[in-house]
């Protein structure tokens, strides 16, 4: 999609009052009412070819020192009178810069995870050398754009639950992400860090995943409905395309006080921005998102100089 950025409105408001309904239930992450799970219909959709376990990404290169302590002190400052716990992790595809702040946080991941998921689900069909089904694509579909919990727990039981999950991490990547147990997709806990390197494996062409299976991801990803389209978006110009999942969620073992992430891809111009951010510990899911958005900007800034309003 090009630039969409839906601020705190009404979306976010209903998105509100649906999950406070479930305020005691860490495995179910909020996510904005839909239709019931349709039939599975015939298999549909091209093949994929089978590609090569992927070699790791190169190491991206930090940001200068002065730009990396002032962006630090920027988050900072602005995180001293907010309560919570906040994570922040990017990389610039074009010119290999990278920022980071808090990098020892860990949240439970709520609906972010369904990207994984995803992601899981076609490392499989491409070991299969088997065709996602239209069933398949309508759960995926209905599971990133709507982040639609149900279509998110079939497919869940398809790849296998958490064993499924992290078999498919280890090939992806990542390093500091944990399943959750049972059915409890959305208390999967992860790193910023480790979510920008899922998103690298949607965009590197060293990923396990064809170039076919990451551009469908990806298009989800730029097709969330419009008041689920908050987060990382807020730190992209106008002209750029966004693709980006968010995840929301009261939690239990927090007193109820909210679980917010947002990861994406900002491209455009002259840079192609991976965005990560992890957060835990808000009074309310408006807060949540306010925080996400002004860190995600100030963050995203460090590595793209001359972005933003400063």
């Given at each position: 999609m090009g630039f969409r950025h839906a601020t705190l409105r009404t979306g976010v408001a209903a998105v509100t009052t649906i999950a406070m309904v479930g305020l005691t239930v860490d495995e179910q992450p909020g996510s904005a009412p839909m239709a019931s799970t349709p039939r599975a219909p015939a298999t549909a959709g091209p093949a994929p070819t089978v590609m090569p376990a992927p070699a790791p990404a190169a190491a991206p290169a930090p940001v200068p020192g002065r730009e990396r302590a002032r962006t630090s002190r920027a988050i900072k400052k602005y995180l001293d009178d907010r309560p919570g716990r906040v994570s922040v992790a990017v990389r610039d595809l074009e010119t290999g810069a990278a920022y980071s702040y808090g990098s020892k946080v860990r949240t439970a991941?709520?609906?972010?995870?369904?990207?994984?998921i995803l992601m899981a689900l076609l490392l499989q069909v491409q070991r299969a050398e088997r065709r996602l089904s239209r069933y398949e694509r309508s759960l995926a579909a209905q599971m990133i754009r709507h982040s639609d919990n149900g279509a998110a727990s079939a497919l869940w039981n398809s790849i296998g639950g958490g064993s499924g999950l992290d078999k498919a991490n280890r090939k992806l990547g990542l390093k500091q992400t944990t399943a959750g147990p049972g059915g409890a997709w959305g208390s999967t806990t992860t790193s910023a860090a480790d979510q920008v390197r899922l998103l690298g494996a949607l965009?590197?062409?060293?990923?396990?995943?064809?170039?076919?299976?990451?551009?469908?991801?990806?298009?989800?990803?730029?097709?969330?409905?419009?008041?689920?389209?908050?987060?990382?978006?807020?730190?992209?110009?106008?002209?750029?395309?966004?693709?980006?999942?968010?995840?929301w969620l009261p939690r239990q073992v927090d007193g109820g006080a909210w679980t917010v992430n947002s990861i994406g891809r900002i491209s455009g111009g002259d840079h192609d921005c991976l965005v990560a951010v992890i957060s835990a510990g808000h009074p309310s899911l408006s807060a949540g998102v306010a925080t996400v958005e002004r860190v995600a900007t100030l963050a995203a800034r460090a590595v793209r100089p001359g972005k933003g309003d400063g």
């Amino acid at each position: 999609m090009g630039f969409r950025h839906a601020t705190l409105r009404t979306g976010v408001a209903a998105v509100t009052t649906i999950a406070m309904v479930g305020l005691t239930v860490d495995e179910q992450p909020g996510s904005a009412p839909m239709a019931s799970t349709p039939r599975a219909p015939a298999t549909a959709g091209p093949a994929p070819t089978v590609m090569p376990a992927p070699a790791p990404a190169a190491a991206p290169a930090p940001v200068p020192g002065r730009e990396r302590a002032r962006t630090s002190r920027a988050i900072k400052k602005y995180l001293d009178d907010r309560p919570g716990r906040v994570s922040v992790a990017v990389r610039d595809l074009e010119t290999g810069a990278a920022y980071s702040y808090g990098s020892k946080v860990r949240t439970a991941t709520a609906s972010i995870v369904k990207v994984d998921i995803l992601m899981a689900l076609l490392l499989q069909v491409q070991r299969a050398e088997r065709r996602l089904s239209r069933y398949e694509r309508s759960l995926a579909a209905q599971m990133i754009r709507h982040s639609d919990n149900g279509a998110a727990s079939a497919l869940w039981n398809s790849i296998g639950g958490g064993s499924g999950l992290d078999k498919a991490n280890r090939k992806l990547g990542l390093k500091q992400t944990t399943a959750g147990p049972g059915g409890a997709w959305g208390s999967t806990t992860t790193s910023a860090a480790d979510q920008v390197r899922l998103l690298g494996a949607l965009t590197s062409k060293k990923s396990p995943l064809t170039a076919q299976h990451r551009r469908y991801v990806l298009s989800l990803m730029e097709g969330v409905v419009d008041d689920q389209a908050w987060g990382v978006s807020a730190a992209a110009e106008r002209a750029e395309t966004v693709a980006l999942k968010n995840g929301w969620l009261p939690r239990q073992v927090d007193g109820g006080a909210w679980t917010v992430n947002s990861i994406g891809r900002i491209s455009g111009g002259d840079h192609d921005c991976l965005v990560a951010v992890i957060s835990a510990g808000h009074p309310s899911l408006s807060a949540g998102v306010a925080t996400v958005e002004r860190v995600a900007t100030l963050a995203a800034r460090a590595v793209r100089p001359g972005k933003g309003d400063g």
